[in-house]
């Protein structure tokens, strides 16, 4: 089982920036993928960007790219999401998320990300 706490969320305006954090616990060791995804009002969750665990390579939604950045720590036990140059369209609950070696899926309980125009 692998918690995750997710923090950082809150309202910015656009263009602005915001930093988000997960940190996961239990069995850090399952962990393949750390990443965050995020669902609009009327939408469906969506992937943002996830990083692995053992080689610490990035992937992005394309609506992020060169905006957004994650990141981890040694340790693997916290994800980053510095997200730059924020838009309304980026107003959503993130998720965080892990995806262990058996592909299981966990999630965090979400952070609210509001960007007003």
């Known amino acids: 089982q692998v918690q995750l706490v997710e923090s950082g969320g809150g309202l910015v305006q656009a263009g602005g920036s915001l930093s988000l954090s997960c940190a996961a616990s239990?069995?850090?060791?399952?962990?393949?993928?750390m990443g965050w995804y995020r669902q609009a009002p009327g939408k469906q969750r969506e992937l943002v960007a996830t990083?692995?665990?053992?080689?610490?390579?990035?992937n992005y939604a394309d609506s992020v790219k060169g905006r957004f950045t994650i990141s981890r720590d040694g340790d693997k036990n916290t994800v980053y999401l510095q997200m730059n140059s924020l838009k309304s369209d980026d107003t959503a609950v993130y998720y965080c998320?892990?995806?262990?070696?058996?592909?299981?899926?966990?999630w965090g309980k979400g952070t609210l990300v509001t960007v007003s125009s």
């Open positions: 239990g069995s850090i060791a399952i962990i393949k993928y």
């Open positions: 990083i692995s665990s053992t080689t610490g390579s990035t």
């Open positions: 998320n892990s995806r262990s070696f058996l592909n299981i899926d966990y």
